[in-house]
């Protein structure tokens, strides 16, 4: 069965502090699909990255980036020097590949992390 | 590229009311999803239409129904609400098999705020 489990409810940091998001996951599967969305009070989901099985390599986007260990089954959100702005609750999901010819896509979301950053 | 829409925005209804939300999908997708958000929790899955079919199902009720239409777009029925059905429903279209690698990517629309009283 997928699971994925976020242990941080909320975190409340200053603004340009660091802060790392932590997303832990369960999967039988050997191909499957990570990712983080962010949805801020608006409610819309807002897609933050994907990342497949096979690439463990760590990404960098601007003042994001990820951290993705296979053998803890992991897959880690870091916001370097954090801004108000950055305040809103954050998803891990999991998704199976859609070669299984299973339910298409479907993701598996953690409960989130609600992200504070006070100016 | 209008991407996916859902109607209507905000939605009180009382107990044992039927509710029908709207899901426009994005321009050539033929798959939609659709998922509840409660208060506090992640989305969870409720179930998807591919091609005008059921094609897998959460956790959840008979009393939770869909239909697809043939330009793609979507309907979640709720029967006999209950207090817990109150959420942010979600939905999420996706594009034909094969339009990216191995991987159903899923495009979400703004969500509809149902409130049952």
């Known amino acids: 069965a997928q699971k994925v489990t976020q242990a941080q409810t909320e975190i409340s940091v200053v603004e340009k502090e660091d802060v790392t998001l932590d997303c832990v996951y369960e999967t039988r599967d050997t191909t499957y699909y990570l990712f983080w969305y962010k949805q801020p009070p608006s409610g819309e989901l807002v897609f933050l990255i994907r990342r497949n099985s096979f690439d463990e390599q760590n990404e960098i986007s601007g003042r994001y980036s990820w951290n993705f260990q296979k053998s803890t089954s992991s897959f880690n959100f870091t916001i370097t020097a954090s801004q108000v702005v950055d305040s809103a609750v954050y998803f891990c999901a999991l998704s199976e590949s859609a070669d299984r010819g299973s339910t298409l896509g479907r993701l598996y979301f953690g409960r989130g992390t609600q992200l504070t950053v006070w100016p | 590229e209008t991407g996916v829409t859902q109607s209507p925005t905000h939605l009180i209804k009382t107990r044992g009311q039927q509710v029908t939300l709207r899901c426009s999908s994005q321009s050539g997708h033929n798959t939609v999803s659709w998922y509840q958000q409660a208060l506090g929790q992640g989305p969870q899955f409720i179930f998807q239409?591919?091609?005008?079919?059921?094609?897998g199902r959460g956790n959840f009720p008979p009393r939770f129904s869909g239909l697809q239409f043939p330009n793609y777009s979507s309907e979640l029925n709720v029967n006999a609400l209950e207090l817990d059905d109150s959420a942010l429903y979600l939905c999420?279209?996706?594009?034909?098999?094969?339009?990216?690698?191995?991987?159903?990517?899923?495009?979400f629309g703004p969500g509809t705020r149902l409130t049952v009283l």
């Open positions: 239409y591919y091609r005008e079919e059921e094609n």
């Open positions: 999420a279209s996706s594009p034909p098999i094969g339009t990216t690698s191995s991987y159903n990517e899923q495009f």
